[in-house]
């Protein structure tokens, strides 16, 4: 069944209820969806040990369902980590290498099949609300588009009422996906009263619906990967203001969702696209970039507050969600044949430069959804990340194999320093350290060993966790660093990967 089917057409109702007559637990109301992508947000929560920043309706999920405490994004930089998100596929097999906006142009090829285009052919309705920043729109097709500013989950809530209590027999798919806790951007109307770096409003303004809580610098907890500096610690506080203005977001969401009738058919997906935006983490595949919050709750389950620590990728996200929604082949955990044949290849002209040859239905992770009521993670011990642009003039690929304890970074083009995103070479945080010359201390490491590094970074997690010591030129770790890297290899055949032909040429 290998064949590409492109598509721009994809919703014929007639066709799915014919698909769906004999699997109404499939197509029926009772199997809802909501996933929830944050921007930008690393593992600040009181439910993942903080106890300063508040958090109280994120934490109310993860104790009414299951908190991961191993989960890691592919890519940390927004296209191309929403990319990996919706499709179940490494970025460098789908196309989105890097941002999608403005003159950064990157998009996914023509062909790609993904999720809310199997959910939308299976017999669901599918809606998007807020940041999308993926294209073509026709491949990341949703049919509704629900407006409202990504920097007030509150607005954004209400504006879904309509949605999700639409007098329909198909269950939904809702993305909802917030711009907090980004550094910068948002529009006039979403941020009016002069904002700061994490999109705050002046102080004693605040978002509509929203109670604003504000930080000390002194309270907050400073991550291993930053300096612990004022400047670092007036942007963590402006951070965790946004953090906590999302939570309402999400708690106004949860709250609609029940008032409409539908929480306790509905499995809620938390998670952030990767990491906080700051140096040291976003952009990077450090720790501080890929690991991220990951809380599900299923209604289906009677587990409660559970916490696993099994190692999910978020190329295993929508293998998960069709599992739930019964579009998997159990034996194969591609989605089923039927499926894949009834979505309507595309009437329109399709550049040939931007398709590949790809097997629809098949994924490069697998469903977790066993896991949420079952313990252990025998077999779930280890990710792979894959990073190539994040801004157009940012290439530098990179590739990762992370395991219990030992983590490998390939460094593909080494030789040139580490470039920066606008925002974060912008960041107070870097720039006060920046000022003080290549030996001035950022974090682990120092300013010039952060700019400069070499082509293979080899850490024992165990020991050290912010990666401060390498030891992959160290003789003693040298089959430690050979086996991670025959790993890594076989990684990136598996996944055709097209910079594998690196190490022909290297």
Not at 86 to 97: E, P, W
Not at 327 to 337: C, F, H, Y
Not at 354 to 374: C, E, I, K, M, Y
Not at 470 to 491: C, G, K, S, T
Request: aromatic share 12%; with cysteine; net charge negative.
């Amino acid at each position: 069944m290998k064949h590409s089917l492109p598509y721009l057409a994809l919703l014929a109702l007639s066709s799915t209820a014919v698909l769906w007559a004999d699997d109404p637990a499939a197509a029926g109301p009772g199997r809802n969806i909501v996933l929830v992508v944050s921007d930008d947000h690393s593992l600040d929560l009181g439910c993942y040990g903080n106890p300063v920043i508040q958090t109280p309706h994120l934490d109310a999920l993860a104790a009414d369902g299951i908190r991961f405490t191993y989960a890691f994004c592919t890519t940390a930089s927004c296209s191309a980590s929403r990319s990996v998100i919706l499709s179940g596929l490494h970025n460098h097999a789908n196309g989105q290498y890097g941002h999608q906006h403005h003159f950064h142009k990157f998009s996914s090829y023509d062909n790609l099949l993904t999720l809310p285009v199997y959910l939308s052919q299976a017999g669901y309705r599918t809606a998007r609300a807020g940041k999308y920043h993926v294209a073509p729109e026709a491949v990341y097709r949703f049919e509704t588009v629900i407006p409202g500013p990504a920097r007030n989950g509150h607005v954004m809530a209400e504006n879904c009422r309509d949605f999700l209590n639409a007098d329909s027999d198909r269950p939904f798919f809702l993305y909802f996906c917030l711009s907090d806790p980004h550094r910068g951007g948002g529009t006039a109307d979403e941020l009016p009263h002069g904002p700061d770096r994490f999109g705050n409003p002046a102080p004693g303004r605040s978002f509509a619906g929203i109670t604003e809580v504000v930080y000390d610098p002194d309270d907050v907890i400073v991550p291993g990967f930053l300096p612990d500096t004022p400047t670092s610690r007036a942007e963590l506080a402006q951070y965790y203001q946004s953090v906590s203005r999302l939570d309402q977001g999400v708690g106004r969401l949860m709250e609609v969702l029940q008032e409409a009738g539908v929480w306790d058919q509905t499995l809620m997906i938390y998670i952030s696209d990767h990491g906080i935006a700051m140096p040291g983490a976003k952009t990077t595949l450090y720790e501080g970039g890929m690991r991220s919050p990951l809380l599900v709750r299923n209604p289906y389950s009677d587990l409660r507050g559970a916490v696993r620590d099994a190692m999910i990728s978020w190329v295993d996200l929508t293998p998960t969600i069709l599992d739930f929604a019964g579009l998997l082949d159990s034996q194969t955990g591609r989605v089923r044949e039927e499926v894949v044949d009834a979505i309507p290849p595309n009437r329109a002209r399709t550049d040939p430069q931007n398709t590949r040859d790809v097997t629809p239905g098949q994924f490069h992770g697998r469903s977790f959804l066993p896991l949420l009521d079952a313990p252990g993670s025998d077999g779930w011990d280890t990710v792979y990340a894959s990073h190539t642009f994040h801004e157009i003039q940012m290439y530098y690929p990179m590739r990762v194999v992370r395991q219990r304890r030992w983590k490998l970074i390939w460094n593909l083009a080494y030789p040139l320093p580490f470039p920066f995103a606008s925002d974060l070479w912008a960041a107070p945080t870097w720039q006060v350290q920046y000022q003080q010359g290549m030996d001035a201390p950022f974090g682990p490491w120092t300013v010039g060993r952060y700019i400069q590094r070499p082509e293979f970074e080899l850490f024992d997690l165990e020991q050290d966790p912010y990666e401060a010591n390498n030891l992959a030129e160290d003789p003693e770790y040298a089959e430690v660093r050979e086996a991670m890297i025959e790993q890594l290899q076989e990684f990136q055949r598996r996944t055709d990967d097209p910079w594998i032909l690196k190490w022909e040429y290297d």
